[in-house]
């Protein structure tokens, strides 16, 4: 006999949401329902919970919490993924920037790491990895956990090799890597100066001044209210002239920031904060 897919209606998101808040602390409320909803919807299958018991368990057991978390986050990622972007970054930013002082880099939604990796090692192509800081967070433990770690399976690691070779950077992804059976390990020299840690865009504040900040494919499971709220976060934590990086897939859609970023690369919205 089949069963009906489980399915929530909006009524039952808003009444999660709350409860979520209540009970751990964490605001979904402002997350873009349809994303969420089908998020949610794909735990309920693979736990096979009805809504009364996904509840129950959401706020009775952290662990289920945690799992739950990181199925609902979005954590998909590569090195140097879209290359474009990188060539961007490599031509149009990075030779603008500050010839003293620190370099700090803010990788916000950052994953398992391999954006955070791909910054450094561009940086290091330019001779600056000595006097760059890069900072890569996530609200999900486990990706983080894996961030410090800087790991990743042979078979990933031919996709990130192919998007190394499209940036046109020299040199192989492999310079950049020891290998051990099937497992590369990014060397150490190139962690020395990163720092993997928590941090929730939805609840959490700025936390310092930054010359980079990169926030690729996140803003799409975030309603209006909430992307207005973390771009206003990311203005108070650029330097000025600062670099906010939102890739191709996001733009800038309100009048008021608008007119605090000007656009340097229209096609992979990389934009420049307007201090005013």
Not at 85 to 107: C, D, E, H
Not at 159 to 186: M, P, R, W
Not at 206 to 234: G, H, K, P
Request: hydrophobic share 40%; charged share 20%.
């Amino acid at each position: 006999m089949n069963t009906a897919p489980p399915n929530i209606s909006a009524e039952e998101i808003a009444e999660l949401a709350e409860a979520v808040s209540a009970a751990h602390g964490f605001d979904f409320s402002d997350y873009s329902k349809s994303s969420l909803k089908r998020r949610i919807i794909r735990v309920m299958t693979i736990k096979k919970l009805g809504f009364a018991g996904l509840m129950r368990q959401l706020t009775t057991d952290v662990a289920f919490f945690q799992d739950f978390l990181e199925e609902v986050t979005v954590n998909v990622t590569e090195m140097f993924r879209d290359p474009t972007f990188y060539r961007a970054l490599a031509t149009q930013v990075v030779p603008n920037l500050p010839a003293q002082g620190q370099i700090k880099i803010w990788s916000a939604g950052c994953a398992s790491g391999e954006e955070a990796y791909s910054f450094a090692i561009l940086m290091s192509q330019f001779g600056l990895k000595d006097k760059t800081f890069i900072c890569g967070t996530d609200v999900n433990t486990a990706v983080i956990k894996a961030a410090r770690k800087g790991s990743y399976s042979q078979r990933s690691m031919t996709v990130n090799t192919e998007n190394y070779k499209q940036c046109g950077l020299a040199g192989s992804l492999n310079n950049y890597f020891t290998v051990s059976y099937d497992t590369a390990s990014i060397y150490s020299d190139i962690k020395q100066n990163m720092l993997f840690s928590i941090h929730n865009l939805v609840s959490d504040e700025a936390f310092d001044e930054f010359q980079i900040i990169s926030c690729r494919n996140v803003f799409i499971y975030f309603e209006t209210v909430l992307q207005e709220r973390i771009l206003d976060m990311f203005y108070r934590s650029l330097s000025p002239d600062g670099y906010l990086c939102l890739g191709s897939k996001e733009t800038i859609r309100s009048d008021r920031f608008k007119q605090r970023f000007k656009p340097i690369d229209p096609k992979e919205n990389i934009y420049q904060k307007i201090s005013i």
